[in-house]
């Protein structure tokens, strides 16, 4: 029977960051503070090339964490069987530390759309989600992690809050949560609540990693705030002390830099995992400490 998740295991609790190629040099020569990597199942997913040899030379100096973007758990159709099959054989052969999807859907009617898309928080989606949950585990035979989505709009037809859906998905299939902050505080921007308040709902035990990213700011057709989760700039004050009230609450956990468009150059991606790496040195029990912090106490 397939195991439950275990937040003891897996990845460390440091500072990880989204793999980009144009890194691959510099991150195989001086990764510091980045101990761990994270990956796009679907850009992993051919019969070789350049990409697999340089993911092969990672995975042995980095733990790497699988993260997925084109399952759609939340879909009404079933999984498809191509891309499950094609997910478990890179499972299989890279052994990561780590497999993450969203909790979101993206193809409906064989179309595949390019967004993930958010669902209402019900019975009937929660078994179906459960479902699908079920099956991907039972594939890659490990539990995964479900990972929280940026809002835009809310179902008048939810009848959980998105806390309590997840904490209720991973009560059934025993899969781990993967809490992205910066989601949380995209979302709470959005949909006007308390993003402290979503982080105290959070089943924070379940957690395996949680993100950070860069979001975009703009208004909606009232002139009310509406941010953007774009990944594609620096991590904002704001979700910097969200980390901290999470962490304070939940202990260390592996802390990932998000940051897929208008990608940086190394040293900027780096200084953004130091900023990481501070926020885990000074929790208790954390064995993470930061260049600067080790300067600061050398």
Request: proline share 7%; net charge negative; hydrophobic share 40%.
């Amino acid at each position: 029977m397939l195991q439950s998740f275990s937040p003891n295991c897996g990845l460390p609790d440091a500072p990880g960051v989204g793999y980009k190629p144009q890194h691959f040099a510099e991150i195989m020569e001086q990764a510091e503070p980045v101990q761990w990597l994270e990956i796009h199942a679907e850009n992993y997913m051919g019969a070789g090339g350049r990409p697999l040899a340089q993911l092969r030379h990672l995975a042995e100096k980095f733990a790497i964490s699988v993260h997925g973007v084109g399952l759609s758990i939340g879909g009404e159709a079933p999984l498809d069987p191509q891309h499950l099959s094609r997910l478990k054989h890179l499972v299989n052969w890279l052994k990561p530390a780590s497999f993450s999807e969203h909790l979101a859907w993206s193809t409906h009617d064989g179309h595949f759309y390019n967004d993930l898309l958010p669902l209402p928080y019900t019975n009937a989606t929660l078994d179906r989600v459960c479902t699908h949950i079920d099956q991907l585990q039972e594939a890659i035979n490990r539990p995964m992690l479900l990972e929280n989505p940026s809002s835009y709009l809310a179902f008048t037809e939810s009848t959980w809050s998105e806390p309590a859906f997840l904490a209720e998905i991973s009560r059934r299939t025993g899969c781990g949560l993967l809490l992205d902050v910066n989601n949380v505080f995209v979302s709470a921007t959005n949909l006007d609540f308390s993003p402290q308040g979503y982080i105290d709902a959070f089943a924070l035990d379940k957690v395996g990693e949680i993100h950070l990213g860069g979001h975009d700011e703009d208004e909606d057709d009232q002139g009310r705030p509406l941010l953007i989760d774009s990944h594609g700039r620096a991590v904002v004050d704001p979700v910097w002390a969200l980390l901290d009230y999470t962490l304070e609450r939940s202990g260390p956990k592996p802390v990932l830099i998000e940051w897929d468009n208008d990608v940086p150059d190394w040293p900027t991606l780096a200084a953004e995992a130091e900023r990481a790496a501070f926020a885990l040195s000074g929790l208790p029990n954390s064995g993470t400490a930061s260049s600067a912090a080790k300067r600061a106490t050398g």
